[in-house]
């Protein structure tokens, strides 16, 4: 993945200094049927904050889902993600938000502008083709781009009966253009397990060859993104 570097679930684009986030999903916890909070908030701003120290970016870009309810946001949510935008801010980030098939209302909140996709070299230029546009992934897309960002599907592997959130990599994989599709940043989802997916069982419309896809997953410990073969290989070595 030229001119990306993973850390954690989070996707930094070096040429255009941006950061990428994707499904924070915030306000699940508020749908959970559990007695004690969860923690949501002060884990996403926590490691939020950590990324933007690690990498002080110009921008961070919120790739969609950044909230949970499909309908009207809670007052604890909107609280919440005003504290998310602030918290780019406080580091010198601009804040840019990308829709999602969960947030429906995410232009009324009057927080920042929502865009379907943004380009992030071009600063939303839709005139310009090429470079690396951010989408949700929900969607198909009329846009031409060179690379396209994306979360929706919230992939992971699983080993030894492990789930570890990756990134998936298709290179060419979307007419003829990369695709980099992001783990949930959220940690109270689940995440899907690809190793045995077909294209079909995919979600996002931009998964048309999955056999393409590389899973990478993030060594914390190691500080070092993990490559393994193409699901069309990895598939066949389960």
Do not use: W
């Amino acid at each position: 993945m030229n001119g990306l570097s993973l850390r954690g679930r989070a996707l930094y684009v070096d040429d255009a200094d941006t950061l990428v986030v994707a499904d924070l999903h915030v306000g699940r916890d508020e749908s959970s049927n559990v007695e004690l909070p969860l923690g949501e908030q002060s884990d996403l701003r926590e490691r939020l904050r950590g990324h933007l120290d690690h990498f002080q970016p110009e921008s961070v870009v919120f790739a969609g889902d950044t909230l949970h309810a499909h309908g009207a946001a809670s007052a604890a949510s909107v609280r919440r993600l005003r504290e998310l935008a602030a918290t780019c801010r406080e580091r010198g980030a601009d804040p840019v938000f990308v829709a999602g098939n969960h947030d429906g209302n995410l232009n009324d909140l009057r927080i920042e502008d929502v865009r379907v996709e943004y380009a992030v070299e071009q600063g939303d230029d839709a005139s310009t083709a090429g470079g690396t546009v951010v989408c949700h992934g929900h969607e198909s897309l009329a846009r031409d781009a060179d690379r396209y960002v994306v979360g929706h599907d919230h992939p992971t592997i699983e080993i030894e009966g492990v789930r570890h959130p990756c990134v998936l990599f298709g290179p060419g994989a979307y007419r003829g253009s990369d695709v980099v599709m992001l783990p949930a940043f959220s940690r109270l989802a689940p995440g899907v397990v690809v190793n045995g997916m077909r294209s079909k069982e995919f979600q996002s419309p931009l998964v048309t060859d999955a056999d393409l896809f590389r899973p990478i997953v993030y060594d914390g410990n190691a500080s070092e993104a993990l490559a393994f073969p193409p699901l069309g290989e990895f598939r066949e070595l389960l």
